[in-house]
């Protein structure tokens, strides 16, 4: 896991209850596609999680958040 989230886990409550359901599925048959745009936590996406993804899924991301 990288290691920010390891750190986030450690002081915020919240995140670490968050972090514990993130195994389980959130699938709706009404989603089709997904469209993401920054995602906050996209360095805690993993190949292996990515991979249990069954629809269409792009990802946008900036190389840097500063100007």
Do not use: C, K, N, Y
């Amino acid at each position: 896991m990288h290691d920010a989230v390891v750190a986030m886990d450690e002081v915020d409550q919240a995140f670490a209850e968050a972090l514990a359901r993130a195994a389980t599925s959130h699938r709706s048959g009404r989603v089709r596609a997904a469209f993401v745009v920054a995602p906050v936590l996209g360095r805690a996406f993993l190949p292996s999680t990515l991979q249990a993804i069954t629809i269409p899924v792009e990802i946008v991301a900036a190389a840097s958040t500063t100007p």
